[in-house]
C-alpha cells in the first residue's frame, strides 16, 4: 500500500555482492536490499519505513556507492550514532559509508550519472581477488586493441541484443541508451579497468558488452565489427556472449549538485 513518508535519507552502501542474489528483494533469497531492510527493522522496532535503491545490481555484483532513499516518519536526531547503530546491525559484507538528510521528494533515480568498473586478471590467478575479476587465460590483452572493439558501444544506440530482456519486455523497457564514456587502463596491479559512464543501464548490459568485446578481440574478424553494428540497431540476433558478474562492480552515482545535503560519515 502506498504512503507518504516525512522524512528522507540518502544512504551511501558498499557490499560484497559475492554471497547475493543481487540488490532487488526476493523471497526466501538473500539480498542486499532484504538485508539493509532487517536491519533498519532492528534498530527503529516497528516504525514504517521505506528503501528505495537507485541501481539494481546483479547476482555477484559488488558496489562502492550504491545509493539508497531511506523514507521515515520520524526526524533521525543524530544522524552519525544512527549510521554506527545501523552498521553494527548489519553482516560484515554490507557497510553504510554515509548518511545525509535530502528533501522529501528526493528522486533517488533521476541521477546524472551512473559510473560501473569492469575488472580483468590476464596474470597469475589471485585466490585473495578472484571473488572481485574475471581470470582471463587466453593470453595477455593488448588494451589498446580491447578499447577498439568498445569503442563501437558509446553513444546512443539500442542495446536490445546486449541486454538480459526477454522479446516479450521489449515494450516495458527503454532500450535506447546512451553511454556517455567507456575507457579502459591497465592498473598499477596489472589489471584491466574497464569504466562505463552513462545515466542508466540494462540488465546484463556491461556485462555482455564485455563479453562481445573479448569475443571479438580474440577473433578479430571484420565480421565481428559489423555484426556488433548490426546487432546495435536491434535488428541482429541477441549476443551469446556475457561475462561474470564477479568482476562488475558499482563506483559511483551522482545527481545534480545541492540536491544534496551535510553528509555524515563513520569516524
Known amino acids: 500500500m502506498w504512503r507518504e513518508f516525512t522524512q528522507a535519507y540518502l544512504l551511501s552502501l558498499s557490499y560484497d555482492g559475492s554471497s547475493f542474489k543481487g540488490w532487488v528483494k526476493q ?9 539493509l531492510e532487517d536491519a533498519i527493522k532492528h534498530l527503529i522496532k516497528k516504525v514504517p519505513f521505506k528503501v528505495l535503491g537507485a541501481s539494481k ?3 555477484g555484483v559488488h558496489a562502492l556507492d550504491q545509493k539508497v532513499l531511506l523514507q521515515l516518519d520520524f526526524e533521525i536526531s543524530n544522524l552519525t550514532s544512527f549510521l554506527h547503530g545501523l552498521n553494527k546491525k548489519l553482516p560484515l559484507d554490507v557497510r553504510i559509508n554515509t548518511i545525509q538528510r535530502v528533501a522529501n521528494d528526493f528522486n533517488v ?10 575488472t580483468i586478471n590476464d596474470h ?14 587466453k593470453g595477455l590483452i593488448d588494451v589498446n586493441k580491447l578499447k577498439k572493439w568498445l569503442t563501437l558501444f558509446v553513444g546512443n544506440h539500442d542495446y536490445f541484443c546486449f541486454s538480459g530482456l526477454k522479446n516479450a519486455e ?9 553511454i556517455e564514456s567507456i575507457t579502459a587502463t591497465r592498473d598499477q596491479d596489472n589489471r584491466i579497468k574497464i569504466y562505463f559512464q552513462a545515466k542508466g543501464f540494462i540488465r546484463y548490459q556491461i556485462r555482455m558488452i564485455v563479453g562481445a568485446c573479448l569475443q571479438a578481440y580474440l577473433n578479430n574478424p571484420r565480421s565481428h ?13 541477441k549476443s551469446p556472449f556475457i561475462v ?3 568482476g562488475l562492480c558499482l563506483v559511483g552515482i551522482t545527481y545534480q549538485q545541492g540536491s544534496e545535503k551535510q553528509t ?3 569516524d
Open 170 to 178: 521489449r515494450s516495458s523497457f527503454q532500450t535506447v541508451r546512451s
Open 264 to 266: 555524515y560519515k563513520e
Open 57 to 59: 545490481t546483479d547476482q
Open 244 to 246: 561474470d558478474g564477479k
Open 27 to 35: 523471497p526466501s533469497t538473500r539480498t542486499v536490499q532484504q538485508t
Open 225 to 237: 565489427e559489423a555484426l556488433i553494428k548490426l546487432r546495435l540497431t536491434r535488428e541482429g540476433d
Open 124 to 137: 597469475q590467478f589471485d585466490i585473495f581477488r578472484q571473488r572481485y575479476e574475471l581470470h582471463w587465460t
Open 109 to 118: 533515480r533521476q541521477v546524472v550519472q551512473k559510473t560501473y568498473c569492469y
